[in-house]
């Protein structure tokens, strides 16, 4: 018979954040699953640069830091299963290191990887088969940037993860999944859910979007702050399912942060566009179907949630390569800051033109001053500005020129002028991001795995 | 009176374009902000960072009112020259807008 409640734990939603995290939560979540995200929208461009410096590398490098420091503790937790987007763009090294890493610590555990959302070595087999990936703003073909695409991946579903799971992995690897579909597979995994069981695989889609950003459900970012009690060691959030598609959002006892309507309402409408229609590869989830009811003492109880037939399209997320970026920042203090700041940008500016290099893009903000959302904020005039200035061009030289011009305003610009202590700003080459999709038909996927 | 004293908000990103989760603290707070705080109203509060529209998106089940600012990021996560690349202060700034008082 199917176990009554499944219990997947989220401790990880971005590439950075706390390392603690997946530590605390293992040893005190009481968890099946545990999910690490780590990618987001343009870290595969980065991971391409990684790549194409070291074959070997392009994933995630952080996971195996926190495999390192599970290990010991999945000794004692037999039960536990993890399942990761780790692998980015190069899932099988990741693997290799990571049953490095098992095998180290004397543990016995299937490793699967899932391949086939990586679009980069049969992109121009697509394009000529007359998939026009074209970009889902704007409409234009990928053609129109084929040359300086980087990355270009789709966002796969729950389906192959399950499959994993069914071959006995007891770790996941992927590279670009749908993030909800990390929670999504266990569920499907764990009841036996069929594939057109739209309202359930809603409810999990709903689950996954809800921890899928680490503590974003347990009292991060929560608009009446003052009320969350220890964020330093906020709790990173579990999602309790059951099989009829009820689910109850917790943490662990005793850590930090809360879990109460107003947070999860808040984290359900996060990065979110038509709430009735969430699409990912599994389903098309109907947020405002779900009903929510406290629970005591921390946690809140989803139900009815409704889903619709998933779409015949799967997400592709490219990146290509569109200039170089450069920002530096310079401190002003005293009386007047606002204008002494505005003076600094203007000479900056004015020396780049004299030397004929000025950026095709140029862009000073006024930090402390109310920049950050223009136009919104009360204007204020504070004692100390932080100047924030910024240029784009489609040549790395004339940002190498210009990152040169920061510092001489210590000794030429007007008095006041302090916080220039971090030298030079780095010159990076930009990626922009294209949006697309892809008929479901046309990928593949693939499973490999390996026992320690 | 501003949106923060009726409503909790939080923001992010979608490539070039960025929601807005806006939260009633109440179900009379809530059928004020679906007839006061429109789309349009949004539009021309961020005016300055060009919107090239706004949609609103209701979800009555939880008080919510999504808004959705199509090219509002100036290229988005990667490519913005602005701090906010991200749209992660829109939330904070929209809950600062002034608000006539909720009819009795």
């Given at each position: 018979m199917?176990?009554?409640t499944?219990?997947v734990?989220?401790?990880c939603?971005f590439?950075?954040?706390?390392?603690?995290?997946?530590?605390y939560?293992v040893?005190r979540g009481?968890?099946?699953f545990l999910t690490?995200?780590?990618?987001?929208?343009l870290t595969?461009?980065?991971?391409?640069?990684q790549r194409q410096?070291d074959?070997q590398?392009?994933?995630?490098?952080d996971f195996?830091e926190?495999l390192?420091r599970?290990?010991p503790?999945w000794?004692?937790y037999?039960?536990?299963r993890i399942?990761?987007?780790?692998?980015?763009l190069?899932?099988?090294?990741?693997?290799?290191r990571?049953?490095?890493?098992?095998?180290?610590?004397g543990?016995k555990k299937?490793?699967a990887?899932?391949?086939g959302d990586?679009?980069l070595p049969?992109l121009?087999?697509?394009?000529?088969a007359?998939h026009?990936l074209a970009?889902?703003?704007?409409?234009?073909?990928?053609?129109?940037v084929?040359p300086?695409?980087v990355?270009?991946?789709?966002?796969?579903?729950a389906?192959?993860i399950?499959?994993?799971?069914?071959?006995?992995?007891?770790?996941?690897?992927?590279?670009?999944v749908?993030?909800?579909?990390?929670?999504?597979?266990?569920a499907?995994?764990?009841?036996?859910w069929?594939?057109?069981?739209?309202?359930?695989?809603?409810?999990?889609t709903i689950a996954?979007h809800?921890?899928?950003c680490g503590?974003?459900v347990t009292?991060?970012?929560?608009?009446?702050?003052?009320?969350?009690p220890?964020l330093?060691?906020?709790g990173?959030?579990i999602?309790?399912l059951?099989?009829d598609g009820a689910?109850?959002?917790?943490k662990?006892?005793?850590?930090?942060?809360?879990v109460?309507?107003?947070?999860?309402?808040?984290?359900?409408l996060y990065e979110?566009?038509?709430?009735?229609?969430?699409?990912?590869?599994d389903?098309v989830?109907?947020?405002t179907?779900?009903?929510?009811a406290p629970?005591?003492p921390d946690?809140?109880?989803v139900r009815?949630?409704?889903?619709?037939?998933?779409?015949?399209?799967?997400?592709?997320?490219a990146?290509?390569?569109?200039?170089?970026?450069?920002?530096?920042?310079?401190v002003?203090t005293?009386?007047d800051?606002?204008?002494k700041?505005?003076?600094c940008?203007?000479?900056?500016r004015?020396?780049?033109?004299r030397?004929?290099?000025?950026?095709?893009?140029y862009?000073?903000?006024?930090?402390g001053?109310g920049?950050t959302?223009?136009?919104?904020w009360?204007r204020?005039s504070?004692y100390?500005i932080v100047l924030?200035i910024?240029a784009w061009d489609?040549?790395r030289?004339?940002?190498?020129r210009?990152a040169?011009?920061?510092a001489?305003?210590?000794?030429s610009?007007?008095?006041?002028?302090t916080g220039?202590?971090?030298?030079?700003?780095?010159?990076?080459?930009v990626?922009a991001?294209?949006?697309a999709?892809?008929?479901?038909?046309a990928?593949?996927?693939?499973?490999?795995?390996?026992?320690? | 009176?501003?949106l923060?004293?009726l409503?909790?908000?939080?923001s992010?990103d979608k490539?070039?374009?960025?929601?807005?989760?806006v939260?009633?603290r109440s179900?009379?707070?809530?059928s004020?902000?679906?007839h006061?705080l429109?789309a349009?109203?949004v539009?021309e509060y961020?005016r300055?960072l060009?919107p090239r529209?706004?949609d609103?998106?209701?979800?009555?089940?939880?008080w919510?009112?999504?808004?959705?600012l199509?090219?509002?990021?100036?290229?988005?996560a990667?490519r913005?020259l602005?701090?906010?690349s991200q749209?992660k202060?829109?939330?904070?700034?929209?809950?600062?807008?002034?608000i006539e008082e909720?009819?009795?």
């Amino acid at each position: 018979m199917a176990p009554r409640t499944l219990r997947v734990g989220n401790g990880c939603g971005f590439w950075g954040d706390q390392p603690d995290a997946p530590v605390y939560l293992v040893e005190r979540g009481d968890l099946d699953f545990l999910t690490l995200e780590y990618l987001a929208e343009l870290t595969m461009s980065i991971l391409a640069q990684q790549r194409q410096r070291d074959p070997q590398l392009g994933y995630a490098t952080d996971f195996l830091e926190v495999l390192s420091r599970l290990c010991p503790l999945w000794q004692r937790y037999t039960k536990l299963r993890i399942i990761t987007n780790a692998g980015g763009l190069n899932p099988l090294s990741c693997a290799e290191r990571a049953r490095e890493i098992l095998g180290r610590h004397g543990l016995k555990k299937r490793v699967a990887i899932v391949r086939g959302d990586d679009l980069l070595p049969h992109l121009d087999d697509l394009l000529a088969a007359g998939h026009p990936l074209a970009h889902m703003d704007t409409g234009e073909p990928l053609t129109t940037v084929r040359p300086r695409v980087v990355s270009a991946n789709v966002y796969l579903g729950a389906k192959p993860i399950v499959e994993a799971l069914d071959q006995g992995a007891d770790l996941v690897i992927t590279g670009r999944v749908a993030d909800a579909s990390l929670t999504v597979a266990p569920a499907v995994w764990t009841f036996g859910w069929s594939w057109q069981d739209w309202d359930r695989l809603a409810a999990a889609t709903i689950a996954g979007h809800l921890i899928e950003c680490g503590a974003q459900v347990t009292g991060g970012l929560f608009t009446d702050w003052p009320l969350v009690p220890n964020l330093a060691d906020v709790g990173y959030p579990i999602a309790e399912l059951e099989s009829d598609g009820a689910f109850r959002i917790l943490k662990p006892r005793d850590s930090g942060g809360m879990v109460t309507i107003d947070t999860v309402r808040e984290q359900l409408l996060y990065e979110v566009g038509d709430p009735a229609a969430y699409i990912t590869p599994d389903v098309v989830a109907d947020f405002t179907s779900v009903q929510l009811a406290p629970l005591e003492p921390d946690g809140v109880e989803v139900r009815h949630a409704r889903g619709k037939p998933a779409t015949e399209t799967y997400k592709v997320s490219a990146a290509y390569r569109d200039g170089y970026f450069c920002s530096g920042q310079i401190v002003l203090t005293g009386r007047d800051a606002v204008e002494k700041a505005r003076l600094c940008a203007d000479m900056i500016r004015q020396r780049l033109r004299r030397a004929g290099a000025e950026p095709a893009q140029y862009y000073a903000e006024f930090l402390g001053a109310g920049d950050t959302v223009p136009g919104v904020w009360p204007r204020v005039s504070p004692y100390e500005i932080v100047l924030r200035i910024t240029a784009w061009d489609s040549q790395r030289a004339l940002l190498e020129r210009f990152a040169r011009e920061i510092a001489p305003l210590v000794t030429s610009g007007p008095p006041g002028v302090t916080g220039y202590a971090t030298g030079r700003p780095p010159v990076r080459e930009v990626f922009a991001y294209w949006p697309a999709l892809l008929d479901k038909s046309a990928v593949k996927t693939e499973i490999l795995y390996w026992d320690t | 009176m501003r949106l923060y004293e009726l409503a909790l908000a939080r923001s992010g990103d979608k490539g070039n374009h960025a929601n807005i989760g806006v939260l009633a603290r109440s179900a009379e707070a809530y059928s004020w902000l679906c007839h006061y705080l429109t789309a349009e109203r949004v539009a021309e509060y961020f005016r300055y960072l060009e919107p090239r529209k706004v949609d609103r998106y209701l979800a009555p089940n939880i008080w919510g009112l999504n808004f959705v600012l199509y090219n509002v990021l100036a290229g988005g996560a990667a490519r913005s020259l602005r701090l906010d690349s991200q749209g992660k202060a829109l939330a904070s700034a929209l809950l600062e807008m002034a608000i006539e008082e909720l009819p009795p």
